[in-house]
RNA sequence: GGGCGAGUGGCGGAAUUGGUAUACGCGCACGACUCAAAAUCGUGUUCCUUAACGGAUUGAGGGUUCAAUUCCCUCCUUGCCCACCA
């Protein structure tokens, strides 16, 4: 008998499936489409683990299961390949981004195709490719052409360590998403992409994705829309008012001060003499505190008053005014309405500096007279009746709302206002290791787009390319690239120096796949209309409000200019879950605990053997620890599927034991429902339970055989291809062998998965449940479908129910067809 | 502080519509094979208690029901995300 050796039959399958190509997908078939994806890598300097490897066994059991259900299936693969990590992996290495690059990809490549996974590598892209950047050029172009990517100089956030700046998204808990160094705030002049201009759009349709919640409500709250009021306060003795934003407008008589940002515009301005000192210290102060200081100063307020008063136009109190960095400059107008009888912020600041705490505005008990007072614990989502509010008084505070902002509206003091807290994206990078963003600058002519004919824009390979951390991209110190001539009016110009964040690739690198090698457009409409949107998308939540943010609003541009026919990228997504190291702690090369599909196919697991492991460990999108003890388990199923097959396969030759006899029902029961419950567990993705099923099936086989020494051997044979098949998806290597082992000369990863016949899943017997009181008290064997009446007098024939039934009356008798009976007594 | 999720044997987990809780795997124990070990095969394995019987059990407590891991309420623990967003 052959021994079981991933070592030799793994290599050569997946020599053979390249060598035939049978991954790879046709663009004309009759067959449905079903484009499956997984994000495409950043090959770092770190090889993958089996955390990543989790995630694309996920999507290639998807994308095999697929195929052998008859679709036509799109499994690509790419690189994505600009970005800060490969470029400090060349700095710290001392070689070129490209070199490193080149390295990366294919130590990446290898781990992928050592697992056996079945992308149609003819369509492999990468990043930083000239052949795919002159396309995200392009699309900045069309972004640029559209109004939707502008030039501004604002402060940023700027990471000292990888002397860049970051977009919003990549700041988390004040430090760079990428090194976790603590950022800085940098007045620059950026490139941004008006992602606000669709945030409306971004947040309404999400609702019809088939997309986690938990993604769907993270991107929600990054968008942020929040309706209200914009409301106007005139300045005593100033000429000039303060607009503030609130979202409850019918608060506004409980107002008592107002809150401007240190950075406000205006808050020099109305400073008087007297305060100006302080308010200069405090403005001074507050800019020397990082965001990450303000953030950790757990919420103690400070603040300084400016000396002057402001005027409320709903019942024209005087109102002093103040400065404090709780209140942001980023947000809404940067100023705002205090109403500490219904904020906890603004009640906290009026307790420390001793303003007033009064009036209660909304009843929370609906009482006019004498509400409880909520003082001690105000809260902003408060609803009940108007009191202390004039005219108001007595009126619902949702209808007070709207009559307030009319009100106001009407005298020109307020007006309807949502606000979002999303930003625009910013796109430049001080760094080499982008795309060249494809503009010109011209003294005469501003900011011009590179022709597209002249793309792409080549980034320059070039000896130092280490960030200088003065705010300009090491491509700012090379003439060649810089000095050109202006597009529109011929006269000398500059290149523009900094290049494109990395997630401007990943905003359309799905649409390329479609049609990787087009030289004369980004993708030919009619192979996107053919394959996208992407079916099923595969990746961790680390992309949340990056990445799928980004390649949702891009997509809407797309569609927007009548490149494609569809506003969404990805119609299903799922977060698969982490993989821990066995200690329960992420996996990290700097902690030393990763776990290297290398080692374990090295120690003769194979690869087989591992995305078993990855499936069988636990749901699918959980978080798990890996075992190094589960291992031995996922290999042993394997090589007992081995063993069973070898024996079956030489029975053939060997004349069977006729003395014994199949029991051929059993044997088709036990077929056709492993058949059923492997396809239900693959469609729900329930791909831990499927194995299981399949354990099971082993295991009876081996009890069969025991029995019957493969007695009738057409069922054998079926059984047996039947059990090759369903495993194919899960571990293609060995069923592959298998499969032409058993004779065939096809491949299994092509053959048509097995269908079940109902007919087969009724099993002779049926297990009935006897309770009394709903408590198990016995089991009983019945044919299925039986009567109640027939069921009743069996149950109530045995030992156990008449002992404890005794001549107690019977009150109630349920009975569930073959399940149970239950007896209340 | 806000949002979302999760708590089941020694461990990872299963239970698809309220209907026999603990499938499958790991670990452990015993047996077979072996000079021996590994590997393999087989049997057993929720806990307490017993000669047998029996009792308890899905984070804790309560509720609905003939029947609750499943539905409802309160609380505890824990994971992830967002966080002074007015």
């Not at 070689?95 to 992308?119: C, D, V």
């Not at 100089?153 to 090194?179: I, Y």
């Not at 490139?191 to 986690?212: G, H, S």
């Not at 992309?543 to 569609?559: D, G, I």
Request: proline fraction near 6%; charge should be neutral.
């Amino acid at each position: 008998m052959k021994r079981y050796n991933p070592k030799v039959i793994e290599p050569k399958w997946q020599q053979t499936w390249e060598s035939e190509g049978i991954y790879n997908s046709t663009d004309d078939s009759t067959k449905p489409k079903k484009y499956i994806l997984e994000y495409f890598p950043y090959p770092s300097g770190a090889a993958m683990h089996v955390g990543h490897v989790r995630n694309y066994t996920i999507g290639d059991v998807m994308a095999r299961y697929a195929r052998m259900q008859g679709y036509n299936v799109l499994h690509p693969m790419g690189w994505d390949a600009f970005g800060l990590p490969a470029e400090n992996y060349a700095i710290k290495n001392k070689i070129s981004p490209k070199i490193a690059i080149e390295q990366n990809t294919t130590r990446f490549k290898h781990q992928l195709q050592q697992m056996g996974f079945s992308y149609d590598w003819t369509r492999e892209i990468n990043s930083t490719d000239p052949r795919f950047y002159r396309w995200t050029q392009w699309f900045f172009l069309l972004l640029f052409k559209k109004g939707l990517a502008y030039q501004k100089e604002s402060l940023q956030w700027w990471c000292p360590f990888d002397k860049t700046v970051l977009a919003n998204e990549q700041v988390e808990n004040g430090r760079c998403w990428r090194c976790g160094n603590t950022v800085e705030k940098k007045a620059l002049k950026q490139w941004f992409f008006k992602i606000t201009d669709y945030a409306d759009r971004l947040l309404e349709d999400l609702d019809d994705l088939d997309w986690p919640e938990a993604i769907k409500s993270m991107q929600r709250n990054w968008i942020g829309r929040s309706t209200g009021a914009e409301i106007k306060f005139a300045i005593v003795d100033h000429d000039t008012s303060i607009n503030v934003f609130t979202t409850r407008p019918d608060t506004i008589f409980g107002v008592t001060f107002l809150v401007v940002a240190p950075e406000h515009p205006l808050l020099k301005t109305i400073t008087t003499k007297a305060h100006a000192v302080r308010v200069d210290e405090y403005i001074k102060t507050s800019q020397a505190k990082s965001d990450i200081e303000r953030q950790e100063t757990t919420r103690k307020k400070t603040g300084v008053f400016t000396g002057s008063y402001a005027i409320n136009p709903i019942n024209n109190e005087i109102i002093p005014i103040w400065t404090a960095d709780y209140v942001l400059m980023g947000y809404g107008t940067g100023a705002i309405m205090a109403v500490p009888s219904h904020d906890d912020r603004d009640y906290e600041f009026a307790e420390k500096f001793g303003l007033p705490k009064r009036p209660v505005i909304v009843s929370p008990d609906d009482t006019i007279e004498n509400p409880t007072s909520p003082q001690n614990t105000p809260t902003l989502s408060s609803e009940g009746l108007m009191i202390n509010s004039g005219k108001y008084n007595g009126l619902a505070s949702a209808v007070a709302r709207d009559n307030i902002v009319s009100d106001l509206e009407k005298q020109k003091a307020g007006k309807l206002r949502v606000n979002y807290k999303i930003r625009d994206w910013l796109i430049s990078r001080q760094r080499y290791w982008g795309a060249p963003i494809p503009i010109v600058h011209c003294e005469k002519d501003g900011a011009v787009a590179v022709n597209e004919d002249q793309l792409p824009v080549l980034l320059p390979e070039i000896e130092n390319y280490e960030p200088s951390g003065e705010g300009r991209s090491p491509l700012a110190k090379v003439p060649d690239f810089v000095n050109t001539s202006c597009p529109l009016c011929g006269g000398p110009a500059q290149r523009e120096t900094d290049t494109m964040d990395g997630f401007a690739c990943s905003s359309w690198y799905f649409l390329r796949f479609a049609d990787p090698h087009n030289d004369s457009k980004p993708f030919d409409e009619r192979l996107a209309e053919q394959w996208l949107p992407v079916d099923d998308y595969i990746g961790g939540a680390e992309h949340a409000v990056m990445h799928l943010l980004y390649a949702r609003f891009w997509t809407k541009v797309m569609f927007d200019e009548g490149l494609i026919k569809f506003e969404e990228p990805f119609s299903a997504l799922r977060n698969q879950g982490m993989i821990l190291a066995p200690d329960g702690q992420k996996m990290s090369k700097s902690k030393g605990n990763t776990i290297e599909p290398d080692n374990l196919i090295g120690q003769g697991y194979g690869a087989d053997s591992i995305r078993i492991m990855e499936l069988f460990i636990g749901p699918w999108n959980q978080a798990a620890n890996w075992s190094v003890d589960g291992m031995g388990g996922a290999f042993r199923f394997l090589q007992r599927t081995w063993v069973l097959v070898q024996e079956f396969i030489e029975s053939k030759t060997n004349k069977p034991d006729a003395g014994r006899i199949t029991d051929s029902q059993v044997m088709l029961r036990t077929v056709h429902s492993t058949i059923k419950k492997v396809t239900d567990d693959i469609e729900s993705l329930s791909f831990n339970t499927a194995i299981a099923a399949q354990m099971e099936l082993i295991n009876g086989l081996y009890k069969q055989k025991a029995k019957d020494r493969f007695s009738d051997q057409q069922i054998w044979e079926y059984a047996i291809t039947t059990a090759v098949k369903l495993l194919a998806p899960f571990a293609p290597h060995i069923s592959e062998e298998l499969w032409h082992m058993l004779g065939n000369n096809s491949f299994v990863n092509q053959s048509e998965w097995p269908k079940y016949d109902p007919a087969y899943l009724l099993p002779e017997k049926v297990t009935i449940a006897v309770q009394i009181n709903g408590k198990l008290r016995d089991v009983i064997e019945v044919k299925p479908g039986s009567v109640q009446s027939e069921v009743e007098s069996m149950a109530l024939s045995s030992d156990v129910v008449k002992k404890l039934v005794g001549d107690q009356k019977i009150k109630k008798t349920i009975f569930i067809p073959d399940k149970l009976i239950n007896f209340v007594i």
